[in-house]
């Protein structure tokens, strides 16, 4: 079989029933591309051994008729999820030794629907970034150009998607984790509602804003992992308690009428020309299909950075006040005593971005700050919510450009911590009011960069707004681009 | 009641923080067991150990439970409540925060009346709250490190604080008490101070009678029986009144009590860092609790003591001491109803037996009566054998002794010690005859107007018989025939 | 808004991390930047604004008081920087 790498899980699905290929074949060829592009550094760890074993009862489900839909088919997940018996370092150096005793349950949810583990992708430690550049384990190559960077947090899973490493993969999304490196990547990341994929055995960066989601080629794909990742999981508090979902069969309706709604303000300053460009095109696409366009306004949403910079490291600092080197991870060599053991533990497991980011949240909840800092970007926060709730009187979908620019060069922008954080400035009011949203591919740049296209709908209207997508990709091709040393 | 230490000048002010292991199967926010004493860290299941990426779901007897004692109090329940995380560092607390409740608790401003030496007292709660239990560190040397034991931890707890209304470590005595005996009544803690089911923190100032504003206050922590909270305050009472007549300050610190040395000291290592940066728990969505919830809970609970003092007093005819004994404790009170119901026993008598020579027998081994080697079946026969003459008040004494050391049953022991009672008349009569036919002069005394002579023929009747003769029947028979 | 040394140190210490002279001096720099672009949060009225703590409104889940967990004391311990007769090993803790 030629080409398996480039195939959507759907065309793998046909293939696999078929007989084209099996699921052993499939692992193999996937593994093997994995090593061969190790220079991309988009895998942390990687147990060939235990992915054909996988690979071969799948084989047998599929053999026997007892699989599902994704039964044989290959992924990779996101190192921040935990996998029984495995490596789960979170990109941190922190937990380098950490082998999880569990299963994430987006982990064992696909797990049980016959898919097969490829191995684990690099990330931002912690998930704490937008380049993949703050990882222990060295940072991710973007395969559209590899002096640039991935994206993060989820740059491992989306370089793995783009070059055909994986056909797809988990990410998680806290303030565009799976959609700012899909864009830079050229593939499909869809960040659910907030409450519809288990956050349990997922390592918490920001535990109210924190999403698991797909990353695929395509709207189509990423429904059909949808479809398995999402339900009620009575190991987590803020689940949904929600009927199973199908997505993949909301995919087939016209978008004619659809009500999009522009947000005036994010397509004026700081976005590049080049991408703006390439977004109106898509406008008109869409138009063509049948949509109509309506200026809406979020204008609470200028504030979501700085917002979101005060909730998220505040969440973040309690939460990653677990890692002290007493029941797991890494403990310091030589200490003074236990206060000593803490802090050498802490200082040499976390990276600068993490550190940085625990001591603003530690300074935003710390006493006489609180009401200033963290209850001020709370009340922002809903300020934000409200927002979305108005413009979705007015229209159907919110449409944007993901990111203000395509994948910028490795270093770029590793000295000023603003700069980096601005690059979250469209997908990070999604996050905070908890509505799902979704970038895909919109085209390449003149340099031949990829650029996505960001939909945020309605909470839990992830049916219409997998559908738009769908549509979109049904007449467009720009999801079919795969950067050329990869091919 | 512990005697009443004035400290002539000076006014002491004393609030208590009382942690109340609440007697779940599972933890608050996982499904480990919450048993007692099993081997270290074998009940630390996942989310207790705080592994990264684990979640807490709350236990809903939890809340059932700290509802229940909301209500007792007569305290305003939050239908609303949230769970907040309280960040510090230490081993035990394998999260670096402890989930607990900060703006809204479940459990709002509610009071608890206490007897004082100078009458009832109502003393005000000002909230109780659900949080999660620490583990325990071990100090036992392990080359020089300090082993931690996680089973506790994520236990459910129901901190209870109340305001500074106490006066005098007695009074914390009272409402220490009152409280343990709630939460006993109402079977949401097994009270057991020991295993640390029940544990008391103190704050404590002092300041001089005629100063308006409160002294500065210190937490003496680790107070885990009733007679060390006693003795703790009176030595931080001491220990502040000391300090500021000899010209110091007080220091608002956290102190250890030592109950070796009957002392508090200092804990340096916890003054350091005390901004624990509370926020609301983000895994953790508000609690909302339905109206209907908490009218079932209201319909279902338990007499309370008061209520339960007033029907003993009405039914069982007790005096107010008695009732008060036997209502302190609700397996005191369940004994005691026990004891009754198996009984012929008059209720009256049956009191005065359990709060004489039980209530002694347990003080003396320092036994509750959850512990009593004699269960209240066995006590209720006892009382039968009384009540049906068999025995004598002392030779009951001697079969509660026996039945104490575990010889056997009432009727065993009755038949291996020979202690049934001569009731017979006839039996009797010939004993009497014998001892009057005996003692011809001390007869002459009586029939010369010797009353007291009486007494004499009764010892001899006994002696002769060994004890065994039924007194009422002596008595009895020795006036027919002396007034013959 | 100006965020020293002894700042840092201070919220380092809370937070259970190391920071030399030298780092202190970088973060301060850095938080003062953060703290900048933060303090937009304070121009925008929020008076009547209930805060969010959870983005939808759901009432926490409760679940029923049994016990589903097992030992797995040998698993978790196995993956444990010091243990010794099943108790986590640290420095010397003084009270």
New interface residues.
Partial sequence: MKNLHQKTLTELQSCLSNGDCSSQELAEHFLYRIEANDQLNAFITVDEQRTLEQAKQADVALKDNLGSALTGIPLAHKDI??TDGLL?T?GSKI?N??????D?TVVSRLSHAGMVTLGKTNMDEFAMGSSNETSYYGVVSNPWNTNAVPGGSSGGSAAAVSAGLAPAATGTDTGGSIRQPAAFCGITGVKP???RVS??????F????DQAGPMARTAEDAALLLDVMCGFD?????S??QDPVNFSAQLDKSIEGLKIGLPKSFFSQGLDAEVGDVIDTSIKTLEKMGATIVDINLP?SE?A???Y??LAP??A??N????????????AKE?D????????S??EG?GDEV??R???G??????GY?D????????????I?NDFDLAFKQCDIILSPTTPSVAFDKNAKTDD??AM?LNDIYTIPAN???LPAISLPAGLNPQGMPIGLHLVAP?LEEGRMLNIAHQFQLNTDFHRAFPENYA | MGSVINYPGWEVVIGLEVHTQLKTKSKIFSGASTEFGLEPNTQASSVDLGLPGVLPVANLEAARMAVKFGLAIDAHINRTNVFARKNYFYPDLPKGYQISQMDLPIVGEGKLTISTANGEKVIGITRAHLEEDAGKSLHEDFQGMTGIDLNRAGTPLLEIVSEPDMRSAAEAVAYLRKLHSLVTYLEICDGNMQEGSFRCDANVSVRPVDQKELGTRTESKNINSFRFVERAIDYEIERQIDLIEDGGTVVQETRLYDPDKHETRSMRSKEEAHDYRYFPDPDLPPMILEKSFIDNIRQSLPELPEAKFIRFVEDYKLNEEDATLLTSTRPIADYYEQVVNLSEADAKVTANWITGELFAALNNNDLEIQQSPVSAEQFAALLNRVADNTLSGKMAKQVFTALWKKEGQVDDIIEKQGLKQITDSGTIESIVDEVLTRCTEQVQQHKDGNEKVFGFFVGQVMQASKGKANPGKVNQLLKTKLNQ | MTISNEDVQKIARLARLEVSEEQATKFSDELEKILHLVEKLKACDTTSVEPMTHPFDAALLLREDAVTEVNQRDKFQAIAPATQDGLYLVPKVLD
Avoid: W
């Avoid at chain 1, 920001?206 to 804003?209: E, K, N, P, R």
């Avoid at chain 1, 990653?320 to 403990?331: A, E, K, M, Q, T």
């Avoid at chain 1, 530690?362 to 006493?367: K, P, V």
């Fill in positions: 999820f935990c789960t979170c937990l030794n950490f082998i999880s005793p569990y994430a509602s907030y409450g956050r349990y055995g997922m390592i918490a920001a535990s109210s804003l009575e190991h987590d508090s803020t949904l308690r609470s504030l950075v700085p917002c910079y005060v505040a969440e600092s309690s990653l006040s677990r890692f002290d080197g007493v029941r797991f991870g890494h403990r200490y005593d236990l206060g000593d053991m803490y802090q050498k802490r200082s976390f550190k940085r625990i001591m603003i530690t300074y935003a909840l710390s006493s609180y200033a800092y963290y209850s001020k970007a709370q009340k922002l926060r809903r300020l919510s911590p603003i954080y905070l009011a908890g909470y």
